[in-house]
């Protein structure tokens, strides 16, 4: 079975872009959730979505955003890129919203200059 | 909002020693977690807990949940080269792994 996987890899934008990063859930799950990590940090809280609604959102200003599609893969984008964006994007799924194990993709590394 | 201490910042050992880190909470926790991250990986869980005082054991790994629920430390025995990576505490206010927060990791560093 596949597990959580992200696309792109690597990404490189420039400021005041905006860029949208791909989350496919492992089969089965739900509940999908995102995370930014900046280098030498632990992940912190950005979203999560579950059966297409918005569960949860961290202390992230409104150019992020994100959706879930009806086959529980999602989108997370984000306008006017910063330097400060700069970081690796991970996505974990859960088969529900109370599920007390989450799994990780491997991330997207977004590098804005 | 909540935050994690998580210590040592990074440790550097000889191969076959323990190893000891823990985390501590301004906030209670009704579950902590603990992964390992390799480079150029997302996190991989290694240990759940539930239950304040709960103790468990994943091969060489134990972790414990303190009895305050602020919080749990993790200990690896006779330490091998596979261990290098960082090691991240989550705790969850609620029972919802899609929500956790998170430590800024230690740093171990296995010498052979």
């Known amino acids: 079975d596949a597990g959580v996987t992200q696309s792109p890899t690597h990404l490189i934008k420039t400021r005041g872009q905006q860029v949208t990063l791909r989350c496919s859930p492992i089969?089965?799950?739900?509940?999908v959730s995102w995370y930014q990590q900046v280098l030498g940090q632990g992940p912190q809280f950005i979203f999560q979505?579950?059966?297409?609604?918005?569960?949860g959102r961290g202390n992230f200003p409104d150019r992020f955003s994100a959706r879930q599609f009806p086959n529980y893969s999602s989108e997370l984008n984000v306008n006017a890129l910063l330097l400060g964006d700069s970081a690796l994007y991970l996505c974990?799924?859960?088969?529900?919203?109370?599920?007390?194990?989450?799994?990780f993709g491997q991330g997207t590394r977004l590098t804005v200059v | 909002g909540q935050q994690l201490n998580q210590s040592p910042q990074s440790m550097f050992i000889q191969e076959g020693e323990d190893v000891s880190m823990n985390c501590t909470s301004s906030?209670?926790?009704?579950?902590w977690l603990w992964y390992k991250q390799d480079p150029g990986e997302g996190p991989v869980l290694l240990i759940a807990?539930?239950?304040?005082?709960e103790l468990t054991s994943n091969g060489r790994l134990t972790a414990q949940f303190g009895i305050t629920r602020k919080d749990s430390f993790l200990n690896i025995s006779a330490s091998i080269p596979s261990d290098v990576g960082i090691y991240f505490c989550?705790?969850?206010?609620?029972?919802?792994?899609?929500?956790?927060?998170f430590g800024d990791g230690t740093t171990l560093t296995v010498k052979p």
């Open positions: 807990l539930y239950k304040a005082g």
């Open positions: 906030s209670i926790f009704n579950t």
């Open positions: 974990a799924s859960s088969f529900f919203q109370g599920s007390t194990e989450a799994f």
């Open positions: 979505y579950y059966e297409k609604e918005e569960r």
């Open positions: 089969s089965g799950h739900k509940s």
């Open positions: 989550a705790g969850q206010a609620g029972t919802n792994a899609g929500k956790s927060t």
